[in-house]
Structures are given as structure tokens and as C-alpha cells.
């Protein structure tokens, strides 16, 4: 069975810091992974898919790395800002078993102080 | 750019009464999903729906739930007999194929009273 975990569960980080968010996952045959942020009450923003082929994905400030092999993503916040406080979630899709669904991580909260 | 759209945003039920949560997924999508996110909690998968019928539900998907896709464009999900503890928000997502990306929808947030 699938299992993602974060860490760390909660980060501060002054603003214009920048700042590395961990994702582990314990099957590497995954599809693909994907970054999501969720603000307080809100719904799920997708941030980046990364391709099981891939290692690195970038948009913006937001650059993700996966390591299929260690079964590890990183997600790199470079200059952050206080808009970019929020919890950021990863999750991956998994070859095996069922229809594919997506299996999140435990998430990690971030806190940018201005 | 395509999204997928939940209503209603929030609801509000008493105990034991149904609730039906509705979706409409990206239209060229295959593949449909319902999870739930209790508060301060992970977000759980719930079920999987291809092809006209449930590929794969989770062990909270008990008798109490149901989908359906009754038109080429809604997907719903029904809660029979609602529970203090089926309190939570609830997203639809959908994907092209398995490999795609999967798209969420803004969640409804269920409050059962």
C-alpha cells in the first residue's frame, strides 16, 4: 500500500527566504507526482505534475524534483512571500493496484513572516 | 482554462437526512473521483469511477454512499443517512487518463447538525 509522508508537518520561514518542502513515498512505480497548495477551508490548487519519466519541473518561484528510485520529491520555494503561506500537499498516482487514484501526503503547513 | 465545478459549496444537514453533492468534471475526462478531508486530516480517497461504474472505493465508502454519472456531464455523490462524523469537505477531481493530471474541483464542506 501506497504511503506519502512530509516533512516537515509545520514551517516558518521569514519572507525572502528560500525554503525546501520534503515528500517521501514508499512504491516507486508511480505515474506521476503532483504539488498542490490548499489555503484554509479552500479546495486543492494544483502547482506542479511531475512525470514519472521526468526529474525536475519548474514554474515561477516553484521548482520540483523527483527521485523515483529514493521514492522522493522536493519542492523548492525560492524568495518567498507571505502569499505563499499555506499547506502544501504532495500526492502520487500509482501504477499498481486500482484505478490510479491519488494517494496524498500528510501535508506541511508554511507560515512566510514578513 | 477547464475546470472542475462543485456545488454546493457549503451545506448544511441534519443528522440522518440524504445529501447529494454535485460535480460536473472537465468534459473530455475519463476518469472520476470523489475524496473527503476531515478537518485538520489528510485527504482520503473515497472511490473511483470509469467507464459507468465504480473501479475502486475505499473502506469509508460503505453502504451509506453512492455515486452516479446520470447525464454525459454531472457526477454526484449521495450520502443516504447522514452522520455527525460524515462532516467534512468533500472534493470531486477527474483526469483524462491514469497517467494525466487530476484536476480538483473547490470541494463542498459538508456540516451534518
Known amino acids: 500500500k501506497q504511503e506519502v509522508t512530509q516533512i516537515p508537518a509545520a514551517l516558518s520561514v521569514p519572507e525572502g527566504e528560500n525554503l525546501v518542502l520534503n515528500c517521501s513515498f514508499t512504491d516507486s512505480a508511480i505515474y506521476n507526482l503532483q504539488w498542490f497548495r490548499q489555503d484554509p477551508g479552500k479546495g486543492l490548487t494544483s502547482l506542479l505534475l511531475i512525470q514519472s519519466s521526468q526529474r525536475e519541473q519548474t514554474s515561477g518561484r516553484l521548482n520540483a524534483s523527483l527521485d523515483k528510485s529514493s521514492g522522493r520529491s522536493t519542492l523548492y520555494i525560492a524568495a518567498s512571500q507571505p502569499g505563499d503561506s499555506a499547506t502544501y500537499l504532495c500526492a502520487v498516482t500509482p501504477r499498481s493496484g486500482g484505478y490510479q487514484k491519488v494517494t496524498f501526503g500528510t501535508g506541511t503547513k508554511l507560515q512566510v513572516i514578513p | 482554462e477547464p475546470e472542475v465545478t462543485q456545488t454546493p459549496s457549503h451545506q448544511v444537514t441534519q443528522m440522518g437526512q440524504e445529501v447529494i453533492l454535485r460535480c460536473v468534471p472537465i468534459?473530455?475526462?475519463?476518469?472520476f473521483y470523489w475524496y473527503r478531508q476531515i478537518l485538520g486530516q489528510k485527504v482520503e480517497f473515497l472511490v473511483s469511477?470509469?467507464?459507468?461504474?465504480?473501479?475502486?472505493k475505499s473502506e469509508i465508502f460503505d453502504d451509506q454512499f453512492s455515486v452516479e454519472r446520470p447525464d454525459g456531464s454531472n457526477f454526484t455523490l449521495k450520502i443516504r443517512s447522514t452522520k455527525l462524523e460524515d462532516s467534512a469537505m468533500y472534493f470531486c477531481?477527474?483526469?483524462?487518463?491514469?497517467?494525466?493530471?487530476?484536476?480538483f474541483g473547490q470541494g463542498t464542506r459538508l456540516t451534518v447538525v
Open positions: 477531481a477527474s483526469r483524462v487518463t491514469e497517467n494525466t493530471e487530476a484536476f
Open positions: 469511477f470509469y467507464n459507468n461504474e465504480i473501479s475502486e
Open positions: 468534459s473530455n475526462h475519463l476518469y
